[in-house]
């Protein structure tokens, strides 16, 4: 059974930048599909990016080029860089793996953590 275990949450200021991982074990991690997820105060959970067992990057319009998402095989380790942090960033966020790389596929996930931005 795969297991997830996301770190790196915290605030920061306006602007500011990021980067929160996600560490696997128990299965072979290059197998996965991996994605990003977060859930804002008051409203549903909503995926930021995914990426692909073959290395491909799919990510919500509204991340536009601020966020990358990436992962370290040798490491079993996923990524998110978040850059030009918004208040509207804040929110509970998650990592999640699957066998396919459809929103509805995520069938493993990991804790979530908080990210707040703030002045």
């Known amino acids: 059974q795969l297991r997830l275990v996301a770190s790196g949450g915290g605030s920061v200021q306006p602007g500011g930048s990021l980067r929160i991982s996600c560490t696997a074990s128990?299965?072979?991690?290059?197998?996965?599909?991996l994605g990003w997820f977060r859930q804002p105060p008051g409203e549903e959970r909503e995926e930021v990016a995914r990426?692909?067992?073959?290395?491909?990057?799919k990510y919500a319009p509204w991340v536009n080029i601020r966020f990358i998402i990436s992962r370290d095989n040798a490491k079993n380790t996923l990524f998110l860089q978040m850059n030009s942090l918004k208040p509207e960033d804040t929110g509970m966020y998650f990592c999640?793996?699957?066998?396919?790389?459809?929103?509805?596929?995520?069938?493993?996930w990991g804790q979530g953590i908080q990210v707040t931005v703030s002045s």
């Open positions: 999640a793996a699957g066998r396919l790389c459809y929103a509805s596929g995520f069938d493993y």
């Open positions: 990426i692909g067992s073959d290395g491909a990057t």
């Open positions: 128990g299965d072979t991690f290059s197998d996965y599909c």
